[in-house]
């Protein structure tokens, strides 16, 4: 009986170990075969410039980054002094006024001062020709996205 339970319980550890390995091996695969982020992102620096003017607008902005790739606009706003006790307002009619300007654009605001760096870093780069470093900075992008709350 006992060594029954003995081959059984091996015979189970090496199907397990086995399709462990196996599908390690079927990831590293599909990781190599995919493609380049097709179509190639494209940074587009006149609306990121008509996304400043707009937010701008805005009473109470002291610092404003822009970046726009694709259809994604983000933009990171910095409220200073008595004007941080407005900050949901302000950034609710900053959004509103992109949203009018921009409608189909998904856009990103944010007041948070890690992401106002993050994205302020991410403007200050000079975009790449190359198609694998603009899909990593899209890719950047992306995380930064997964941060902002809106």
């Not at 404003?64 to 307002?89: C, G, H, M, P």
């Not at 605001?109 to 403007?123: C, E, G």
Request: one cysteine or more; hydrophobic letters at 40%; proline letters at 4%.
């Amino acid at each position: 009986m006992r060594a029954t339970f003995v081959v059984l319980t091996l015979a189970f550890a090496l199907t397990v170990t086995g399709c462990t390995k196996q599908s390690g091996t079927e990831t590293k695969q599909k990781t190599e075969a995919e493609p380049l982020c097709m179509p190639v992102p494209v940074r587009h620096y006149q609306w990121e410039e008509r996304a400043r003017a707009i937010t701008a607008s805005v009473k109470g902005i002291d610092k404003i980054v822009a970046v726009q790739i694709d259809k994604e606009l983000d933009v990171a706003i910095q409220v200073t002094n008595f004007n941080r006790f407005n900050l949901e307002s302000i950034q609710k009619e900053v959004g509103k006024k992109l949203k009018e300007a921009f409608p189909d654009a998904n856009i990103h605001v944010t007041a948070d001062k890690r992401l106002i760096k993050d994205l302020q870093r991410l403007s200050d780069e000079p975009w790449p020709t190359d198609v694998k470093a603009a899909c990593q900075k899209k890719k950047s992008l992306k995380e930064i996205e997964k941060k902002m709350k809106g």
